[in-house]
């Protein structure tokens, strides 16, 4: 100590002011989650009175730990409508406000598109650990459920992913455009069926945003 600051006070710095000096402020959750939010989105507000209400009860239900509660069993969350009513939007919005009350939250976020490409087959990579992460994984968001091309093989992923969420009451919070009556068609009845338990549901409506904002 005495040698760093002979060095310091050779260099014109007092040793004292730097002693002195506060430490650096701590990065929030909400902060070190800004990287990982698209950036259309890093700034988006839950004000869905539904949402803010689901969002409220996950933070209630946290279980307590040294950082602030963590999240906890719980209902998942359905938002429905057609394109460009503000769904993503507020799915982000609700991360947002989960982070920003505090809780302690490991999360993942997914189109429904880049969840089954993400496990397609390939030489050298491990779908089945990319499965797990994404069906075990605290908080999930998965955007755009049933916009994608359907196969025996996706339904069978998309059963298996919101089976296991469903059977562990993991909070999920899902986007589609279909309609309520559509989901069995497209999703199968397995899929369907467990979504109908496990899900409060939230229907935007109104024009599409994205075609006034470009008008």
């Known amino acids: 100590m005495a040698r760093l600051g002979a060095i310091l006070t050779a260099r014109g710095i007092d040793p004292e002011a730097v002693a002195a000096a506060p430490p650096n402020e701590p990065v929030t959750a909400l902060e070190t989650a ?9 700034n988006a507000l839950a004000d869905h009175p539904r949402i803010t209400a689901w969002a409220d009860q996950i933070a209630r239900a946290g279980r307590p730990g040294p950082g602030g509660p963590g999240i906890a069993e719980g209902p998942s969350l359905l938002i429905a409508g057609p394109t460009g009513t503000g769904k993503t939007h507020q799915a982000y919005g ?15 976020a ?17 779908a089945e650990r990319d499965l797990q992460t994404l ?13 994608a091309k359907t196969s025996e093989w996706t339904e069978e992923l998309t059963y298996r992913l919101i089976n296991h969420r469903y059977e562990h009451l993991l909070p999920t919070l899902i986007t589609t455009n279909l309609p309520t009556a559509e989901l069995r068609t497209t999703l199968g009845d397995r899929v369907a069926s467990r979504l109908a338990e496990m899900t409060e549901r939230v229907i935007l409506t109104g024009p599409d945003r994205r075609r006034r904002f470009s008008a």
């Open 34 to 42: 800004a990287a990982r939010i698209p950036a259309r989105y890093r």
């Open 94 to 108: 609700a991360v947002r406000t989960l982070l920003a009350r505090g809780v302690r939250l490991r999360w993942e």
């Open 110 to 126: 997914t189109t429904t598109a880049d969840f089954y490409a993400r496990l397609r087959p390939r030489i050298g990579h491990d």
């Open 135 to 147: 069906a075990r994984c605290p908080l999930l968001l998965l955007d755009d459920l049933g916009a």
